[in-house]
């Protein structure tokens, strides 16, 4: 048995050509449009970064949702233990890695708040609700501003809870 092929009429598109084409999408929102910007349209959908491109948006909403969700819980541990710390500030590192720096309410090093971080840090990392963001804990003991640059560069900090009056 023969199979019959049946052509089907092929346009050729030119980016030099300087026509103009129709473009009728299945949304029926007509364009007009130089040949030239049609092949290179078609040129885009073909590339490799186009077929990441969906992946790379969704992964960049969730590291945006994940990061603001992470200052949350970091807000909301700084109140937990407030009678710990005087401060807590927040640093990103690259866009995912944030450096969350609390500063203790004495001067003397606090083992149970090193332990308190530790906690933090472990259900941070374990958490899938975290999966996209790293985080890096650091306390500090209580000084001035100026004592804590040895530390920490605050130009580059964020505050996300401040205890000082309480202290």
């Given at each position: 048995m023969?199979d019959i092929?049946?052509?089907?009429?092929?346009?050729?598109?030119r980016?030099?050509?300087?026509d103009?084409?129709?473009?009728?999408?299945?949304?029926?929102d007509?364009?007009?449009?130089?040949?030239?910007?049609?092949?290179?349209a078609?040129?885009r959908?073909?590339?490799?970064i186009?077929?990441?491109?969906p992946?790379i948006?969704?992964g960049?909403q969730t590291?945006?949702?994940?990061s603001a969700?992470?200052?949350?819980?970091?807000?909301?541990?700084s109140?937990e233990?407030?009678?710990?710390?005087?401060?807590?500030d927040?640093?990103?590192?690259?866009?995912?890695d944030?450096?969350?720096?609390?500063?203790?309410?004495?001067?003397?090093?606090?083992?149970d708040?090193?332990?308190?971080?530790?906690n933090?840090?472990?259900?941070?990392?374990?958490n899938?609700?975290?999966g996209?963001?790293?985080?890096n804990?650091?306390?500090?003991?209580?000084?001035?501003?100026?004592?804590?640059?040895?530390?920490?560069?605050?130009?580059?900090?964020?505050c996300?809870?401040?205890?000082?009056?309480?202290?």
């Amino acid at each position: 048995m023969l199979d019959i092929v049946t052509e089907k009429q092929v346009h050729r598109l030119r980016h030099d050509s300087g026509d103009s084409v129709l473009v009728h999408p299945p949304d029926d929102d007509i364009h007009v449009m130089p040949a030239k910007e049609a092949v290179e349209a078609i040129q885009r959908s073909f590339s490799p970064i186009s077929k990441i491109m969906p992946f790379i948006e969704s992964g960049m909403q969730t590291m945006g949702e994940q990061s603001a969700a992470l200052v949350e819980r970091l807000q909301d541990w700084s109140k937990e233990h407030s009678n710990f710390i005087s401060r807590a500030d927040i640093r990103v590192l690259a866009y995912n890695d944030f450096l969350f720096v609390v500063m203790q309410k004495d001067v003397p090093y606090d083992f149970d708040l090193s332990d308190k971080l530790t906690n933090l840090d472990i259900e941070i990392a374990n958490n899938s609700d975290f999966g996209w963001v790293t985080l890096n804990v650091l306390a500090i003991p209580r000084c001035s501003s100026e004592a804590a640059q040895a530390f920490v560069d605050w130009k580059h900090t964020y505050c996300i809870a401040n205890f000082t009056e309480n202290a």
